[in-house]
């Protein structure tokens, strides 16, 4: 089948260096994290488990073959009963603890497995929050999600495959071949060997063509997940567009896609497990020939025929699920490169290492001579200058695209500048820790997101431990008291998500006491009336005004009104600065800034003469 039309790679993360030999190295060296210590005993007492089950395995079927001996004519006369009675309830016994130790094992590392689950998630979410912007707006959040997924399911896999099910299996297979060898007949050890070596090979061939269907079926599984997240999350617009059948039918496709790729994968799972029956069952009648034969021939009895059956059979029990577990294994080494992929990833931005925490800020930014661009686009921001003092407000208007809101982010350090500097109470904002840059920041944008919470935690997300009073003074100032508890369920009402269930501007106004709660020193508003209606805006505006009382302030806007009380306002185009000026100044040199002005004037005046 071609697979042409399958998707590659969609979370454009690439696996780490290494295979299934470094996946082990890195899951000895998790489990030897410190915070994994405490687990220590148990890890060995885990091996030991499994060490102890794999001899018992091997020594069950010899005392119950020597109790059938026991009870069989021997001689012309019958062994004692009650002997023979007894080495079959020891041989039934062992087989019950060869038996029983794994489960208890599989019982007391379970907590390990989950630990060590967790501190690898943790670290690759972790990571992931530490990668730059550009990170996270070039990859889906389903796709990032699976992999975090799938690599801390790999370490499970790999654990418990490897440590407590090949690795035992191989264990009992010398086990098992010394013991037919010196017990009963060498011959017997050759034939379990070869064939088990037979019955590995062919599995490792057969599950390394089915792990490459399985890569192949996870890419588009991966597609699938992310396609169905990012429909479902934005059913808004999905919905605003009439687009539910469209977005249905490429839903169909991609699961389509998945479902051609799962039924290639479980079509060569038959072929695996034809193979291996037939192996394996040639080499049991193989061992019960020789066996029996040994038994006509008087070199062996009746008892000793049940044993090498019994431990025949002990051995190919695991073997039955080899080729899954190999493919497993194969498939969370996959996965796990993957996870360590995405830790090895580099921010563009960090920390210097002699980075500054920035205390107690005033509130004084500057560019000097800043110039920057955006991957793949040719316009960014050129030569921008300007300084402001502590307190005061500055305003930045243009066309879409002039470089406005770029200029806040290279403030916020999303981005770092080609040339020039930025600065923040006279330092580059390259020499701050970029926790305590962000901290002396309070960002409304244009569309506030925020968290499928109530409406207290989303405003409390600025300062997490604030007291009731501060956060509801925190609303009040930010002209939200009223409606929040006009609410049935008052604080306690959830927002949906990303606020989906509040209005713009309702939405607009817990952004704005989330950024008064936060007390910065500099307030950043990046059009954050833009996307409303007038009356509403009036409302949001007086609550930015009461916002940056006493803050400097930087604010894109797109409607020139918010922007007449600014101290500077900074006219761009394509990355430019062309006018500056304040308001009236501005007006009076009849450019840009002054058409913009009038024709916006002229829009206003014509919506009111239509109401």
């Given at each position: ?41 148990i ?10 089950a ?29 002997i ?5 309830a ?5 087989r ?5 130790l ?8 379970s ?35 699976r ?22 299996t ?6 098992a071949s ?76 991609a ?20 193979t ?40 190919y ?25 995405l ?15 920035l205390?107690?800020?005033?509130g ?13 686009r ?29 200029l806040?982010?290279?403030?916020f350090?999303?981005?770092?500048v ?32 925020l968290?499928?919470?109530t ?6 997300y600025?300062?997490?431990?604030a ?13 939200l008291?009223d ?7 008052g ?6 998500e ?34 409303l ?5 009036q ?38 600065v ?24 002229r ?9």
């Amino acid at each position: 089948m071609s697979d042409t039309s399958a998707p590659q790679n969609h979370d454009t993360i690439e696996s780490a260096d290494g295979g299934l030999s470094q996946s082990i190295k890195r899951i000895l060296k998790l489990l030897w994290r410190p915070e994994l210590s405490k687990w220590r005993p148990i890890i060995a007492l885990a091996v030991l488990l499994t060490l102890v089950a794999s001899v018992l395995e091997v020594v069950s079927p010899l005392l119950i073959g020597h109790a059938i001996n026991k009870v069989a004519p021997e001689g012309g006369a019958a062994a004692s009963f009650s002997i023979a009675a007894l080495w079959l309830a020891v041989g039934i016994g062992v087989r019950f603890l060869a038996a029983g130790l794994p489960q208890m094992r599989d019982w007391l590392f379970s907590p390990v497995s989950q630990d060590a689950q967790r501190v690898a998630s943790v670290d690759a979410f972790g990571h992931a929050q530490l990668l730059s912007l550009n990170f996270h707006q070039t990859r889906r959040t389903g796709a990032l999600n699976r992999v975090i997924e799938r690599g801390a399911s790999a370490i499970d896999y790999l654990i418990r495959f490897l440590a407590f099910n090949i690795g035992p299996t191989f264990v009992r297979l010398i086990l098992a071949s010394v013991a037919l060898g010196l017990a009963y007949d060498y011959k017997l050890s050759l034939i379990a060997v070869v064939t088990i070596a037979i019955y590995v090979v062919a599995t490792v061939i057969i599950t390394e063509w089915r792990v490459r269907q399985r890569r192949k079926m996870n890419e588009a599984d991966t597609h699938f997940r992310a396609t169905s997240v990012d429909i479902l999350t934005n059913f808004e617009t999905v919905k605003s567009f009439a687009a539910e059948r469209r977005e249905t039918a490429r839903f169909d496709k991609a699961m389509g896609n998945y479902n051609e790729h799962y039924v290639d994968t479980i079509r060569s799972m038959y072929i695996l497990n034809a193979t291996q029956a037939l192996v394996m069952n040639l080499g049991l009648a193989a061992v019960l020939a020789l066996s029996a034969w040994n038994v006509i021939n008087g070199h062996m009895e009746i008892g000793d025929l049940t044993a090498v059956m019994l431990m025949m059979l002990s051995l190919y029990a695991p073997l039955n699920i080899l080729g899954w577990a190999w493919r497993e294994i194969k498939q969370g080494a996959v996965d796990l490169e993957k996870l360590y992929g995405l830790l090895g990833m580099k921010a563009d931005i960090t920390d210097a290492p002699d980075a500054l925490e920035l205390s107690h800020p005033l509130g004084s930014v500057a560019f000097e001579h800043v110039s920057f661009s955006h991957e793949g686009r040719a316009v960014g921001v050129q030569d921008v200058s300007f300084a402001l003092e502590p307190g005061k407000k500055i305003a930045f208007v243009g066309t879409s695209g002039a470089g406005k809101s770029t200029l806040l982010k290279l403030l916020f350090r999303f981005y770092d500048v080609k040339s020039g500097r930025v600065l923040v109470d006279g330092h580059d904002v390259r020499s701050l820790t970029q926790e305590s840059l962000r901290r002396a920041l309070g960002l409304v944008p244009q569309d506030v997101v925020l968290f499928n919470e109530t409406i207290r935690s989303n405003i409390a997300y600025a300062q997490p431990d604030a007291t009731d009073e501060e956060v509801r003074d925190a609303a009040r100032r930010a002209q939200l008291l009223d409606f929040i508890e006009s609410l049935p369920d008052g604080w306690d009402t959830r927002v949906g998500e990303r606020g989906l269930k509040l209005s713009g501007g309702e939405k607009q106004r817990v952004g704005i006491a989330r950024v008064i709660l936060a007390d910065p020193a500099i307030l950043v508003l990046d059009e954050a009336t833009s996307a409303l209606d007038s009356a509403t805006e009036q409302a949001v505006q007086e609550a930015l005004e009461e916002a940056s009382q006493g803050r400097t302030t930087l604010m894109v806007a797109h409607r020139l009104s918010t922007v007449k009380s600014a101290d500077e306002i900074i006219v761009l185009e394509a990355g430019q600065v062309i006018e500056r000026g304040d308001h009236a100044t501005l007006l009076s040199k009849h450019g840009k800034y002054a058409d913009m002005w009038e024709r916006q004037a002229r829009s206003a005046n014509l919506e009111l003469a239509a109401g």
